[in-house]
């Protein structure tokens, strides 16, 4: 079973994975509707922040998660 702040994490990264699917699509339709550049390139930038914010959140919910399974290996490999 893992810890509370794994699965904190693991929904703090479903929910930031539901919104990078939300703004994705909304970022592409405005791009498609823009003929300035400097509009597009906006869009372009807001895109690059959401998907940093989602990798930020990975790490963070990767860190805790392989540790954990490190954690339950090695206790899987006690002696009974």
Known sequence: MFSKQVIETGKKLFKNFCSLLYDTKESYQRICEEQS????MELVNEVRNILEEFDKNWVE???LYVIELMLIEQDARRYI
Do not use: N, P
């Open 37 to 40: 550049y400097q509009t597009i």
């Open 61 to 63: 919910y990767e860190k």
